[in-house]
């Protein structure tokens, strides 16, 4: 039996490239994480709007 691991928000923020996609992997505030994945496109159209709203 595998050992049971607690799931947990805490890490940094990913982004890999898997295969034709990009997965991006984000720490939620009450545990555990939000898989994302994305087209080169659609990460390329979001690291835009985040630049836009970030500055």
Do not use: S, W
């Not at 984000?26 to 545990?31: A, D, H, I, K, S």
């Amino acid at each position: 039996m595998a050992a049971m691991k607690p799931r947990t928000g805490d890490g940094p923020l990913e982004a890999t490239k898997e295969g034709r996609g990009i997965v991006m992997r984000v720490p939620l505030e009450g545990g555990g994480r939000l898989v994302v994945e994305l087209t080169p496109q659609e990460a390329a159209d979001l690291g835009v709007a985040l630049t836009e709203v970030t500055t």
